[in-house]
């Protein structure tokens, strides 16, 4: 089974940015979507952002969209999210996944795999 590693968390002030990073542990990461998914305090978790196996196309939750970005690196089998404009809203452990069979993208069921979370924590 795939090992996902997340890193990149930490604390900022509203307004400021962050870029988390995360890292698949097989060789088949290139054949795979890929994934962020958040889970605020108390809530449970949500879609943030997905990407397609060659990186071409890339789905967003309306709460990040404009903010945030999704990108990959299939040579290195790493996907990151960089995220700009935090808001208090967005503090939350986030998740990186893998999408693991043919149904809808921003339901975590249809992710198998999943790394172990990153805080991030905006602070107002």
């Known amino acids: 089974q795939v090992q996902l590693v997340e890193s990149g968390g930490g604390l900022v002030q509203t307004g400021g940015s962050l870029r988390l990073s995360c890292a698949a542990s097989e060789r088949t990461f290139s054949s795979y979507m890929m994934g962020w998914f958040r889970q605020p305090p108390g809530k449970e978790r949500e879609f943030v952002a997905a990407i397609g196996a060659s990186g071409r196309n890339t789905y967003y939750a309306d709460s990040v969209k404009g903010r945030f970005t999704i990108s990959r690196d299939n040579a290195k089998s790493t996907v990151a999210l960089q995220m700009n404009s935090l808001k208090p809203d967005d503090t939350a452990v986030y998740y990186c996944?893998?999408?693991?069979?043919?149904?809808?993208?921003?339901?975590?069921?249809?992710?198998?795999?999943w790394g172990q979370g990153t805080q991030v924590t905006v602070s107002s």
């Open positions: 996944a893998r999408k693991e069979n043919n149904g809808i993208y921003y339901y975590p069921s249809n992710f198998g795999s």
